[in-house]
Structures are given as C-alpha cells and as structure tokens.
C-alpha cells in the first residue's frame, strides 16, 4: 500500500484531492487509510466473496478513488464508516462490471473455423494460470479478432491497462511455454 500512497505525491490536473468542508489534507489522509489498511482488506475480501484477487483489486480501485479526489470524505460520519462504503460500492461496481463483460463476450458469434476453437491443451492450462485479465485480454485479441483498444472496452478498462496485461500476458505465456 505504501507504494501506491507514494504515487500521489503530486496532486495535480484530475489526481488533486479536492478540499470540503472538513478537508483532509495529503498527509493525514494517507495516515487515515494506513491505519484502516487490514480493517479495509478485511472488508474488501468479504464485499469480493473471499476471492483475494477480487479484493486487492478492488481495494487499489478505493485507494485510486480517494487519493485522485474521486471519492471525498465530507466529514458526515467517521472516516473508517466512509471508506468502508467506498469499497462496498467499488466492489458492487466490479461484480456489475463483470457481468457486463461475460454478456458482452457471450454475444460474440463463434469463430467460422472449426481450428480457431481448438486449442492445444497445454495452451489451455497454460492460459487458465494467467491473471484474470491477462486471460481475458489475450483471449479476445488472438481468438476473437478483437483489437486492443476493442478488448479494453470489452473488459471495461483504459487502453493503457489493456495494453499492459496484453504485453504482461504474453511475456507470462511464452515464459510457461518455453
């Protein structure tokens, strides 16, 4: 978490935290989600149904939200009970997310030829060890014809991270194969 805290240090452009009524400035809010870091990982595993990759996922989404001034504390209720509302509707928004992404990819009509749908079984458990989103990019760029820029839309992502599982995905893969 330090790393990502360490990432904000420059609050400029769409990253500034906005000031409220009750401002928190840089340095306390960074201590505010320290503190709260287990606590918030704690409820983050049980808004993602326990799946630890979900969690951390969403958990980083929150810690984006609070520190680039999307999500604001205004001081209504105590922090802890805030940040806790920010990862329960993160992780609400991921699960909707999701959903959305499988509906889309089951419309895709089936490949025309029967050797697009085959693949080699190693390939398969190979690709099944990647990240979820490696996977996902891999798999509708090389057997569904997407582009990048397509796939990210697809996945509900910028084109920079699908562009970086993309690459990632493939450097994993070809290591594995090797």
């Known amino acids: 978490m ?5 990432m ?4 400029v452009g769409p990253f500034a935290v906005r000031v409220t009524e009750t401002p928190l400035v840089d340095a306390t809010l960074r201590a505010a989600l320290e503190a709260h870091h287990i606590e918030s990982f704690g409820w983050a595993m049980s808004c993602c149904r326990r799946r630890r990759d979900e969690a951390e996922n969403v958990l ?6 609070v520190l680039s001034g999307k999500a604001v504390f205004d001081g209504r209720s105590e922090f802890r009970t805030w940040l806790f509302s920010v990862i329960r509707r993160t992780a609400a928004n991921e699960r909707r997310l999701a959903f959305l992404r ?4 089951s ?9 697009e749908v085959e693949v080699e079984p190693r390939l398969q458990q190979e690709l099944a060890a990647l ?11 090389f057997y569904h014809g997407l582009s ?31």
Request: charged share 30%; no cysteine.
């Open 102 to 105: 499988r509906l889309y990819l």
């Open 2 to 6: 330090m790393d990502l805290i360490a």
């Open 148 to 178: 990048i820029a397509e796939s990210a839309r697809v996945m509900g992502v910028s084109i920079g991270s699908a562009r970086t599982h993309y690459e990632r995905g493939k450097q994993q893969l070809r290591r594995r194969l090797q």
């Open 8 to 11: 904000h240090d420059a609050p």
């Open 107 to 115: 419309r895709i009509p089936p490949p025309q030829r029967r050797e």
């Open 131 to 141: 990240s979820a989103r490696q996977r996902e990019v891999l798999q509708l760029v």
């Open 60 to 65: 980083q989404i929150v810690y984006l939200k």
